[in-house]
């Protein structure tokens, strides 16, 4: 058997998965490549503001994983987990289009910048919270 996640360490990997949350969405995304541009998925300078309407959803996840890990965690732990891994396991994929996008993407208009990554790291810290809660639950209410 493995170590045991204790309830202490659920809300720092919440919180710290979330501020990576925060953090990808303002870190750029895009570097632009050869002829583009470099952005961020909130990015204030672009005259497109339904492009601004995106960044929303990062920042509400990271808004209702630090209240699923932190708040609603320690009364009502299946919650929690089913937030949790939904919102991550999301965000996760939301993140990753935009690595692959801008890795793979046209050279001329996309090369690689962190804040993807920086996100992608956020959304796996809440997903494994959300899983340690779930087996956490589990192992508890087996025993």
Known sequence: MGVPIRLPLIPSMVLAGAGLIVAGTFVPVNGGGDFGYRYAIFDRSLDQPTLLL?????????VAATLAGVVIARRAPALAAGLMIALGLQTLVFFLAYVGGATFGNPAYDSFQPGGVLGALGA?????????VAVRRRSSSDG
């Open 54 to 62: 995106v960044a929303i959803e990062p920042l509400t996840v990271a």
């Open 124 to 132: 796996a810290l809440v997903l494994t919270a959300g899983v340690a």
